[in-house]
């Protein structure tokens, strides 16, 4: 280790996702020096049920430790000056003694081992809907409705339906706090948790001056959990803090030990995954094209997985339908969270993929060149642009010349079918010395402007596969993807198969840039600044195509981190805050988030022109979906149904 990095501070950070935990080491700066994951099970014992255990998480949580700590000789655990935990945000059951407790329908012995209901987990159906009817005042700071992910609807399901696990527990904590109240033995439960999942709203809290204000007596005893009220919140949290807060005297003597760690190490307030991930990056310094730093309230953190968490955080409230929130506290205290987001954008990525007839060509190719699928993609839509840009002038040629030999190549490089036919017919008719009325001059130059986007300008998409999060909150939306063919149906062979699915990975991205964009303009429409940056993190960040697809879309600047592990940063940042490295948590973000690289929006007008003439198609399809489900409801068709869009649609 450098000379530079011995009077350095270290932080530890742990997160646990959905199939794994992870656990990393940086310094002061922010950077990440080493990591270690372990993976974790799931229990699906039925459709829509998902379990986990807590005791499976600690342990495996404090091997990837142990193994963390081992891979640097440097530094010791003594120097470790503060550790921060993050989790999904799944509920964890414990008995009376904090036991495991049994959230399982089934009857194994090991059946107490699976006390976590997923986040992803749907059993509470009715129970949401339940609770959305009562319409309470708490609900307008969870964006009107409480989503089946929150923990609410979960409480419900087990008073209703595992009635010796709510009768017999003696915690319900989200796993955030379980991992601080296992490495401390203190029950303190993080603002960020309990606002965004819990209807906790800390705003009322720091009104009274009194943790327990946060809670609504009359919410619990409308949707039947007046036992919480009866016994003051005793089992979901009396002691409420802020990220970053130092918790009791650091860790027990046993959690050190299972850690590898030294006994009182602080251990600060953690928070939920995606909200770490927002705490890892938007602290970074970053300047508007004018030299100006841009204000944290002008920022907005897209953490992009399996879903998208968008976050946004501003000095008041501002009440937007279909966003959850706004939160108080829940990243950075004194701000309110705004967190729309999307249900599905790594997976919809996948399943596109994995769905279509040419994914074992295409697995095949990737793994003989020893990348990823979409890594091949991208560069295959290169070089389709490529041959497209190639034969928009060999085509010109051909539609002049008196003879055409050596002009066949084109053929390879059609785009359908129907492109092929044409292109053969004229180039018969070329060497007959007949220009082709179907190929003149320009005439491609006109549909093709030497960039991938235009490669999708026949598909349209929809990317509410899993529903949509924001800004419809609509569960039951579903996915449209337009343009469809029979092209070489009859031969499906190996080129032709992944120029296809390239085209149509092309068109998810953009939808998914195009939903970033719907969010964005739904903001600003109720009054939230305008972002002037997107700060993207998480694996699906890393896709090249993806980032620029969303710089050209939305028309703003892309910020990527400098370390791409920004959950782990987010976690160790509230760790540091804790240890007393740091003022405040805006302090220890300042110095330990960082921007590696910034994207800017392609400033091609023709480029411009063409999103926007998409994105007028893309909102065009939700009223065209949502005309569709009213008419099989038997409902007639609203009022301006078939309007038309907004900028001129003629063929480009």
Same mark, same amino acid.
């Given at each position: 280790?450098?000379?530079?990095?011995k009077?350095?501070?270290?932080?530890?950070?742990?997160?646990?996702?959905?199939?794994?935990?992870?656990?990393?080491?940086c310094?002061?700066?922010?950077?990440?020096?080493?990591?270690?994951?372990?993976?974790?099970?799931?229990?699906?014992?039925?459709?829509?049920?998902?379990?986990?255990?807590?005791?499976?998480?600690?342990?495996?949580?404090?091997?990837?430790?142990?193994?963390?700590?081992?891979?640097?000789k440097d530094?010791?655990?003594?120097?470790?000056?503060?550790?921060?935990?993050?989790?999904?945000?799944s509920?964890?059951?414990?008995?009376?003694?904090?036991?495991?407790?049994?959230?399982s329908?089934?009857?194994?012995?090991?059946?107490?081992?699976?006390?976590?209901?997923m986040?992803?987990?749907?059993?509470?159906?009715k129970?949401?809907?339940?609770?959305?009817e009562?319409?309470?005042?708490?609900?307008?700071?969870?964006?009107?409705?409480?989503?089946?992910?929150?923990?609410?609807?979960?409480?419900?399901?087990?008073k209703?339906?595992?009635?010796?696990?709510?009768?017999?527990?003696?915690?319900?904590?989200?796993?955030?706090?379980?991992?601080?109240?296992?490495?401390?033995?203190?029950?303190?439960?993080?603002?960020?948790?309990?606002?965004?999942?819990?209807?906790?709203?800390?705003?009322? =809290?720091?009104?009274?001056?009194?943790?327990? !204000?946060?809670?609504? $007596?009359? +919410?619990?005893?409308? *949707?039947? /959990? %007046?036992?919480?009220?009866?016994?003051?919140?005793?089992?979901?949290?009396?002691d409420?803090?802020?990220?970053?807060?130092?918790?009791?005297?650091?860790?027990?003597?046993?959690?050190?030990?299972?850690?590898?760690?030294?006994?009182?190490?602080p251990?600060?307030?953690?928070?939920?995954?995606?909200? =770490?991930?927002?705490?890892?990056?938007?602290? !970074?310094?970053?300047? $508007?094209? +004018?030299?100006?730093? *841009?204000? /944290? %309230?002008?920022?907005?953190?897209?953490?992009c997985?399996?879903?998208?968490?968008?976050?946004?955080?501003?000095?008041?409230?501002?009440?937007?339908?279909g966003?959850?929130?706004?939160?108080?506290?829940?990243?950075?205290?004194?701000?309110?969270?705004?967190?729309?987001?999307?249900?599905?954008?790594? =997976?919809?990525?996948?399943?596109?993929?994995?769905?279509?007839?040419a994914?074992? +060509?295409?697995?095949?190719?990737?793994?003989?060149?020893q990348?990823?699928?979409?890594?091949?993609?991208?560069?295959?839509?290169?070089?389709?642009?490529?041959?497209?840009?190639?034969?928009?002038?060999?085509?010109?040629?051909i539609?002049m010349a008196?003879?055409?030999?050596?002009?066949?190549?084109p053929?390879?490089?059609?785009?359908?079918?129907?492109?092929?036919?044409?292109?053969?017919?004229?180039?018969?008719?070329?060497?007959?010395?007949?220009?082709?009325p179907?190929?003149?001059?320009?005439?491609?130059?006109?549909?093709?402007?030497?960039?991938?986007?235009?490669?999708?300008?026949?598909?349209?998409?929809?990317?509410?596969?899993?529903?949509?999060?924001?800004?419809?909150?609509?569960?039951?939306m579903?996915?449209?993807?337009?343009?469809?063919?029979?092209?070489?149906?009859?031969?499906?062979?190996?080129?032709?198969?992944?120029?296809?699915?390239?085209?149509?990975?092309?068109?998810?991205?953009?939808?998914?840039?195009?939903?970033?964009?719907?969010?964005?303009?739904?903001?600003?429409?109720?009054?939230v600044?305008?972002?002037?940056?997107?700060?993207?993190?998480?694996?699906?960040?890393?896709?090249?195509?993806?980032?620029?697809?969303?710089?050209?879309?939305?028309?703003?600047?892309?910020?990527?981190?400098?370390?791409?592990?920004?959950?782990?940063?987010?976690?160790?940042?509230?760790?540091?805050?804790?240890?007393?490295?740091?003022?405040c948590?805006?302090?220890?973000?300042?110095?330990?988030?960082?921007?590696?690289?910034?994207?800017?929006?392609?400033?091609?007008?023709?480029?411009?022109?063409?999103?926007?003439?998409?994105?007028?198609?893309?909102?065009?399809?939700?009223?065209?979906?949502?005309?569709?489900?009213?008419?099989?409801?038997?409902?007639?068709?609203?009022?301006?149904?078939?309007?038309?869009?907004?900028?001129?649609?003629?063929?480009?």
């Amino acid at each position: 280790m450098g000379e530079e990095n011995k009077a350095m501070d270290y932080f530890m950070g742990a997160d646990c996702g959905s199939g794994s935990v992870r656990v990393g080491i940086c310094d002061s700066n922010g950077r990440l020096l080493a990591s270690s994951v372990e993976k974790i099970s799931t229990n699906n014992p039925r459709v829509d049920f998902y379990e986990q255990s807590s005791e499976e998480i600690w342990t495996n949580l404090c091997k990837a430790s142990k193994d963390c700590l081992a891979k640097l000789k440097d530094v010791t655990p003594a120097k470790i000056k503060g550790i921060g935990f993050d989790a999904t945000c799944s509920l964890v059951v414990l008995d009376k003694k904090d036991k495991p407790l049994s959230v399982s329908m089934g009857s194994s012995r090991d059946e107490n081992k699976w006390n976590i209901i997923m986040w992803r987990d749907h059993r509470a159906t009715k129970e949401t809907q339940m609770i959305n009817e009562t319409n309470h005042e708490v609900l307008k700071y969870i964006g009107g409705r409480v989503s089946i992910e929150m923990e609410t609807p979960k409480l419900v399901w087990l008073k209703n339906h595992k009635k010796v696990a709510w009768d017999n527990a003696g915690r319900f904590m989200d796993l955030t706090d379980f991992l601080a109240y296992r490495a401390t033995g203190v029950d303190v439960r993080s603002k960020c948790t309990l606002a965004c999942k819990w209807t906790y709203l800390p705003h009322k =809290a720091e009104q009274a001056q009194n943790c327990k !204000a946060g809670w609504s $007596d009359d +919410f619990f005893q409308k *949707i039947g /959990l %007046e036992e919480f009220v009866e016994e003051n919140y005793m089992r979901i949290g009396q002691d409420v803090k802020d990220i970053g807060e130092s918790i009791g005297s650091g860790l027990t003597k046993e959690a050190a030990r299972q850690l590898g760690l030294v006994p009182g190490t602080p251990v600060g307030v953690g928070l939920i995954d995606a909200h =770490a991930g927002g705490l890892g990056t938007l602290g !970074a310094k970053i300047e $508007d094209n +004018f030299g100006r730093e *841009i204000p /944290l %309230e002008r920022r907005m953190a897209l953490i992009c997985g399996t879903s998208t968490c968008h976050l946004t955080l501003s000095k008041q409230p501002y009440f937007v339908p279909g966003v959850w929130g706004p939160f108080r506290d829940a990243v950075v205290g004194g701000y309110w969270v705004l967190e729309p987001g999307q249900s599905a954008t790594g =997976a919809l990525m996948d399943f596109i993929c994995k769905s279509h007839w040419a994914y074992p +060509f295409v697995q095949s190719e990737a793994e003989k060149k020893q990348m990823s699928i979409f890594d091949l993609l991208n560069d295959h839509l290169q070089l389709m642009k490529d041959l497209h840009s190639k034969s928009r002038r060999i085509y010109s040629k051909i539609a002049m010349a008196p003879s055409v030999s050596g002009f066949e190549q084109p053929l390879a490089c059609a785009s359908s079918y129907e492109d092929a036919v044409r292109i053969k017919q004229a180039i018969k008719e070329a060497k007959q010395g007949r220009p082709s009325p179907g190929l003149k001059p320009m005439v491609f130059n006109k549909l093709w402007k030497g960039h991938i986007a235009f490669l999708t300008k026949d598909f349209h998409c929809l990317p509410d596969y899993y529903g949509n999060r924001c800004p419809f909150a609509d569960p039951d939306m579903r996915g449209v993807l337009t343009g469809l063919s029979v092209f070489n149906t009859s031969a499906k062979t190996k080129s032709s198969g992944i120029d296809e699915l390239a085209v149509r990975y092309l068109t998810v991205i953009q939808a998914l840039a195009y939903s970033t964009r719907h969010i964005l303009e739904s903001l600003e429409a109720a009054g939230v600044p305008p972002s002037e940056a997107l700060f993207m993190c998480g694996g699906v960040s890393k896709n090249p195509v993806f980032v620029a697809e969303h710089a050209d879309i939305t028309g703003r600047m892309i910020a990527i981190p400098r370390d791409k592990e920004t959950v782990l940063i987010g976690a160790a940042t509230a760790g540091a805050c804790a240890g007393g490295s740091y003022k405040c948590l805006e302090d220890a973000m300042k110095a330990m988030n960082h921007v590696g690289r910034v994207i800017k929006p392609n400033q091609d007008p023709a480029l411009a022109l063409y999103h926007e003439r998409k994105y007028q198609v893309f909102l065009k399809l939700y009223k065209d979906h949502m005309a569709y489900r009213n008419i099989m409801k038997g409902q007639p068709p609203q009022e301006g149904d078939t309007d038309q869009c907004k900028v001129g649609c003629s063929l480009m």
